[in-house]
């Protein structure tokens, strides 16, 4: 037994909490709440528990909380715990940072570095949730919520049969991604389209001769495209990801011509990576064609709370481009913060729900804003080209040399227990040192306003 894990507690006895939405963030928080106690109920509008999609990296912000509700030996089990991450140059394949995830690391960071496929996470967190009481249902849609002053009234739909009905609750968290019906009541904003698209796929890892002996996450980073490779499920699957920036995606954008809905497609895909190195174009073929994911985040809220019984969380409240890798676990962190604070209350016997929420919200909006903007700086870092390229090249070696842990802290580093965005809510902003830096999707809009013609536009 690890000394980390959480001891259940009866804590939020008595407390009726409702969960919109059954993916990771609202497994999490079914499965954190209950473990406090809480009678947690989730709604789940797809007939089953299902993620799209392959593999997930889940740094030791994220394995330290799997550890902490006892879900350490399932994961590992299920991943796979690679021995380190390795970024190369895409063109000329040469290694340019590698960070060892070794046992100076789960030092330094109180945590291994987890690579899982997304359903076994998912079933996992799923069935810990149900172990610890919560009531998941599938099949439900979650209409909207009506908040009183002694709780909220949330209104479901059961989709088979077309019935609807009105559920009490203490307290309602959205965690419906980020279409969120929610998210609507506290900003209309829309996705912000980052023109870049993602391919993905798996297949069998020993039978396949390149790769059979890959023990790391490998990333081929290099102008408008990179490349991951890491293995899942123990070593038996490969998982694969190919993304690159959309010529007609860009294109509509400059011209201010309506964007065709297919940016990305197989052609486009087929032409991306033609200057990368022979090694990164001939892993391609095995890439599934079918579906491509075209990437997209959103601005960051400042605020979560919608109401004093009534919180967004996951991707509901801040979808971030993938480059940092901790979408899921931001969802996961958000599920342990909530249900630590309000334990914590209820523990002094002061459990105020609204007060509850908003000290969720100081704590979480700053890191996970901070978390979506740096991590669109992260993928244009990824993808220059020319002397930025070489210099970017330069500097990651020297990153390497010198000691990369200070650059991955603020990350990897962090525990919601000492509320220290509540401290400091500028930890949020970007460091000094890049506030110069401006989003480049921004940047062309911003261009596109002032009038500046499609061939004068600097991308
Ligand atoms: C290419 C790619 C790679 C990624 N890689 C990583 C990675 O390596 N590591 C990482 O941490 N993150 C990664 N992410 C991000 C991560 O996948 C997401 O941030 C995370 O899954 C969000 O979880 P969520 O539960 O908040 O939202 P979702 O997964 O979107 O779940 C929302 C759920 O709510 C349900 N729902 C919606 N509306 C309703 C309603 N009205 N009523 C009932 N149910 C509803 C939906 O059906 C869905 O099941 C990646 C993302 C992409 C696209």
């Not at 991604?177 to 904003?189: A, L």
């Not at 980073?221 to 490779?229: N, S």
């Not at 809220?301 to 481009?321: C, F, K, Q, T, Y």
């Amino acid at each position: 037994m690890s000394e980390n894990i959480l001891t259940a507690s009866e804590d939020l006895k008595g407390q009726k909490i409702i969960i919109s939405g059954g993916g990771i963030g609202g497994a999490a928080g079914a499965l954190a709440l209950s473990l406090r106690g809480a009678d947690v109920t989730l709604y789940e509008r797809a007939p089953e528990f299902k993620e799209v999609g392959a593999g997930l990296q889940i740094g030791p912000h994220g394995v330290k909380m799997l550890e902490k509700w006892g879900l350490k030996e399932r994961v590992f089990e299920s991943g796979y715990l690679p021995e380190r991450m390795q970024f190369r140059d895409a063109i000329t394949t040469e290694p340019i940072l590698t960070m060892n995830f070794d046992d100076d690391f789960e030092k330094h960071y109180g945590g291994k570095y987890l690579v899982i496929h997304r359903s076994d996470l998912l079933s996992i967190l799923v069935e810990a949730a149900q172990e610890a009481g919560a009531t998941l249902h599938n099949d439900v849609q979650v209409l909207g919520a009506d908040t009183r002053e002694d709780g909220v009234t949330v209104h479901i739909e059961h989709r088979s049969e077309g019935r609807k009905e009105d559920v009490e609750a203490d307290m309602l968290i959205a965690f419906d991604g980020t279409h969120s019906v929610f998210r609507k009541e506290i900003v209309q904003d829309d996705p912000v389209p980052s023109a870049y698209v993602a391919y993905r796929g798996t297949s069998e890892l020993p039978s396949d001769p390149e790769m059979k002996d890959l023990k790391d996450v490998v990333g081929y980073i290099g102008p408008r495209v990179h490349f991951i490779q890491y293995p899942l499920r123990h070593g038996e699957l490969l998982n694969q990801v190919a993304v690159f920036q959309s010529p007609r995606y860009l294109e509509a954008l400059t011209d201010g011509t309506e964007v065709p809905e297919d940016w990305g497609n197989n052609e486009e895909f087929k032409n991306a990576f033609g200057h990368t190195n022979e090694f990164v174009q001939g892993r391609l073929g095995s890439m599934w064609l079918d579906t491509w994911w075209q990437m997209a985040d959103r601005e960051p809220l400042e605020n979560w709370v919608v109401s004093d019984r009534i919180i967004v969380m996951g991707d509901a409240a801040h979808p971030p481009l993938q480059y940092l890798a901790s979408g899921a676990v931001m969802a996961m962190e958000d599920a342990e913060c909530l249900a630590l604070y309000a334990s914590q209350a209820a523990a002094k016997g002061e459990l105020n729900w609204g007060e509850v929420l908003r000290e969720v919200s100081g704590e979480r909006a700053p890191r996970c804003a901070r978390i979506q903007t740096i991590g669109r700086f992260w993928g244009e870092l990824w993808h220059v080209d020319g002397v930025s390229r070489l210099i970017r090249n330069e500097t990651f070696r020297n990153a390497e040399r010198s000691g990369w842990y200070r650059y991955a802290d603020w990350l990897w580093d962090y525990d919601a227990e000492r509320r220290e965005y509540l401290q400091d809510p500028s930890k949020g902003e970007l460091p000094v040192e890049l506030q110069e830096w401006e989003y480049n999707i921004h940047k062309v809009i911003a261009q596109r306003e002032a009038g500046v013609a499609a061939a004068e536009l600097t991308i």
